[in-house]
C-alpha cells in the first residue's frame, strides 16, 4: 500500500513537472515575434502587385489619351476591379488597391492591417523615405489562418490629378461623371508626391 501510494506520487509530480514545461515552452513561443517573411513568396507578391498596376496603369494611360478623362473614369470603373479579380486568380492571391482617402468604397478601403501598412508609409515619407520601393511584408495570424500580406506605397503623379487632384485640376466632366459613379467620393484634393493608398496582396500560408 505504501509502496503503491509513492509510486502514484512519483508520476503525479513527473507529470506536473512535464506539463509545467510544456506550459514554459509554449509561452515562449508565445512571445517569439512571427517569423521573417520568405524572400521569394515575398517576391511573388510584389510582382502580382505589380502586375495589377501595371495592367491597370496601361488601360487608364491609352483611354486618357483616346477618349479623354470622362470615358476613363467609366473605362476605370469596369477595369479596376476586373483587372485585380482576374490577377487574384491567376496569381491565388487577393490582389486589390486600397486608398488613403477611398472612391471605391467597397474595393478600395483599407482593414485594420492595411491601415498600419498606410500609417506605416505616411510615417517613412514625412522621413525623406523615397516612395519608388516604399513596401511592408509581414506575416499575420487572422481568424481563418496565417497570411503573408504585403503592401507598396502609392503615391501621386502628376497623371492623377485630373481625377484625384485638388478641385482646380478637375474638368467639370470628370466632377459630374465622379459625382454620379461614386457618391461617396473621397479621394480628391491630393497633391503630387501625396501618398495616395497601397497595393496590397494577401497570400494565404
Ligand atoms: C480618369 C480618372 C482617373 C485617373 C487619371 C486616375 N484615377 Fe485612380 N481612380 C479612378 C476611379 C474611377 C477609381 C475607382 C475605381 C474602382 O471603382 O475600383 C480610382 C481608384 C483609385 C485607387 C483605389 C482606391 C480608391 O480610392 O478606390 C487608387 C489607389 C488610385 N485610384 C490611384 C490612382 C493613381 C496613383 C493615379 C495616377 C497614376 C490615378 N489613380 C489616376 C479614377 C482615376
Known sequence: MQNRYRHTLFIVLVSASLLGCSAVEQKTVAVQPSPTPD??????????????????????????????????????????????????????????????????????TPDAWNNQALAQFADRLAKGESAESMEFAQIVTEPTGKYLRYAKAITLQPMCLTCHGPAAYIPDGVKAKLAADYPNDKATGYNVGDLRGAVVVRRAL
Open 39 to 108: 524572400a521569394s513568396m515575398v517576391e511573388q507578391s510584389r510582382a502580382a502587385g505589380k502586375a495589377l498596376l501595371m495592367q491597370l496603369g496601361g488601360v487608364l494611360k491609352k483611354e486618357m489619351s483616346t477618349d479623354g478623362p470622362v470615358a476613363a473614369v467609366g473605362v476605370c470603373k469596369q477595369a479596376a476591379p476586373a483587372i485585380a479579380a482576374d490577377v487574384s486568380k491567376q496569381t491565388g492571391m487577393q490582389v486589390s488597391r486600397v486608398g488613403t482617402r477611398v472612391r471605391n468604397t467597397e474595393l478600395g
